[in-house]
C-alpha cells in the first residue's frame, strides 16, 4: 500500500509564490510517474504537471507552464510543486498522485494512488 500527503498549501497574494510538498511512504518513490492535480469549487479535477521515474522528464498544462515547476527527489521519497507568479484562478484544492505505469500520464483515471490534497487559495 501507498501512502501519499500533501503539505504547503496557504492563502497568498497574487503574484506570490507558494511550493507545496508531497511525501510517499510504503513504497520507494522510484516505481512511479508521480503527478499533481487540482479541483477548485463546482469543477473537476484537472491536471497540473507530471515527472517520470528519474525526474529527467516533466510535462505541465498549458495553464501552469513557464510558472510552476515540479521536481521530485527518489532518495527522500518525496516531490515538489514550486508554483511563482500565483493567479487567482489558481485557487484549489492541490493533489499529488502517483502512476504505476510505462509512461507520463496527464489524466486522473490513470493514477493509481492519491494524496488527501492541500488548499491553495490566491487572493487578488
Known amino acids: 500500500q501507498v501512502q501519499l500527503e500533501e503539505s504547503g498549501g496557504g492563502l497568498v497574494q497574487a503574484g506570490d509564490f507558494l511550493s507545496l510538498s508531497c511525501a510517499v511512504s510504503g513504497r520507494a518513490l522510484g516505481a512511479y510517474f508521480m503527478g499533481w492535480f487540482r479541483q477548485a469549487p463546482g469543477k473537476e479535477r484537472e491536471f497540473v504537471a507530471a515527472?517520470?521515474?528519474?525526474?529527467?522528464?516533466?510535462y505541465y498544462a498549458d495553464s501552469v507552464k513557464g510558472r510552476f515547476a515540479i521536481t521530485r527527489d527518489n532518495g527522500k521519497n518525496t516531490m515538489r510543486l514550486q508554483m511563482n507568479s500565483l493567479k487567482p484562478e489558481d485557487t484549489a484544492v492541490y493533489y499529488c498522485a502517483a502512476h504505476l505505469g510505462l509512461v507520463m500520464a496527464t489524466t486522473s483515471q490513470e493514477y493509481d494512488y492519491w494524496g488527501q490534497g492541500t488548499q491553495v487559495t490566491v487572493s487578488s
Open positions: 515527472i517520470s521515474w528519474s525526474g529527467g522528464n516533466t
